[in-house]
DNA sequence: TTGACAGGTGTACGGCGTACACCTAACGTG
DNA sequence: CACGTTAGGTGTACGCCGTACACCTGTCAA
């Protein structure tokens, strides 16, 4: 049972998969090493250290995201791509943090930004407005999709019953919200709260914000 | 030059100070209870473990965000403590990492988001619109605002002029735009952005979208 | 006086990233 | 074929980390 010889991409593609598995804050050298049934200095003859690790692993990542859409308006394209970016980003929960931790972008994720300033651009946004644009964007730009409520409620009904009127007390606002919304989602599981919905919701409010100052400004 | 003795509150700020002073990753027990001139189990008597240590600097930071205005409408209300948040975020800038990063909001942050809430639900919005524009502000709603270039430049001149050229031949969009705001901005130094406008600018493409879905509504 | 207790100490353990010296097998070149 | 180079895996070791646990000491209520 010989063990085909270490590579970047190996390397690289383990990190990922054993960050998917133990989580990002439990990923040590050593686990991986231990992961490639290699001792932990092998893995240095293939990233210089643990930050090109990460670095790498994000790019990993990154090309998971689709390509543009050619031949749609600007608006379909960066919709698809955005929301493209956000699957990715939600295969691998780690991903927005680690991004956002790094000093710098990697080139991926420049690449990546250059592309999306393009979509603009080439859509006949101005350079300006793209600019407030993607700053508008932020982290969305990232697909990046937040859960509040982990929702795991292990606990026994009474338990739970007096947690859930502690909470009302205490934060009566969220509260009702989280009532509303598990009495509006027809499932009966989960987090009574559509996430892709909610991400498109705020995703084409800022689209159709967008647009209408570019209709404005080109009316001006 | 006796000391005055430790507690919480002297941990918890001291820790918010070190972590300003030489980042958030590189803050430890240890350097911690040397800065305040103790043994580092010594912190151990008042935090029970460097998680509840960075629950605790959170909930200092989020106690620095003003409380909500009263007796206005609920688009200033929330524009004014949002503004207020990202400032508290931006004196800290690990702030929105640590908070982004730990399992569970602590109690301060949920009294936040519980009250941000309430400025919606006060002035008049639905529940489910509030929850979709919860959805929609995203991280925006804790001031969250990334800076993409370092922007340090200690090369010589020659070797900066061919990494913009560099840069201009890879990132052609990402080039144009920076160079379209450094022409565009006053002061020589800096970004040549501004941060503030620009995070106001997405703040209000965001509020301006969801008054006019608020609006829509009471029509309907 | 005493006993509890709050709060600071010292030692120790296991895990971490990684520097450095080493080994070994494959290979291009004479 | 012999041989130096080199790519890639190994072993040891160091200094840092969080923190468990036993201990000490000063204060104060009973």
């Given amino acids: ?9 190996r390397v ?34 293939h990233v210089t250290n643990k930050d090109e690790l990460l670095d790498g692993m994000v790019d990993v990542i990154m090309a998971q995201i689709d390509p543009p859409a050619v031949g749609t308006d600007w608006k379909s394209a960066v919709r698809q791509r955005i929301l493209s970016a956000r699957q990715a980003l939600l295969r691998h929960r780690w991903a927005s943090q680690v991004i956002e931790s790094r000093a710098a972008p990697t080139p991926a994720v420049m690449d990546y930004l250059d592309s999306m300033i393009g979509l603009f651009r080439t859509g006949g946004l101005s350079v300006d407005l793209t600019h407030h644009v993607m700053h508008a964007m932020g982290s969305r730009i990232l697909g990046f999709s937040q859960e509040l409520f982990d929702d795991s409620g292990p606990a026994n009904p009474e338990e739970q019953a007096a947690a859930m009127s502690a909470m009302a007390q205490r934060y009566p606002y969220i509260t009702e919200m989280a009532i509303a919304a598990s009495h509006t989602d027809e499932s009966v599981v989960g987090s009574g709260c559509d996430d892709q919905f909610e991400f498109e919701f705020a995703l084409d409010i800022l689209l159709d914000g967008i647009a209408r100052l570019h209709r404005a400004a080109m009316a001006g």
Avoid: N
């Fill in 1 to 9: 049972m010989a063990r085909p010889p270490l590579s970047k991409e």
């Fill in 12 to 45: 690289l593609r383990a990190a990922v998969a054993l960050a998917d598995d133990i989580g990002i804050e439990a990923l040590s050298m050593r686990k991986l090493a231990q992961e490639l049934g290699v001792v932990p200095m092998a893995l240095y003859k």
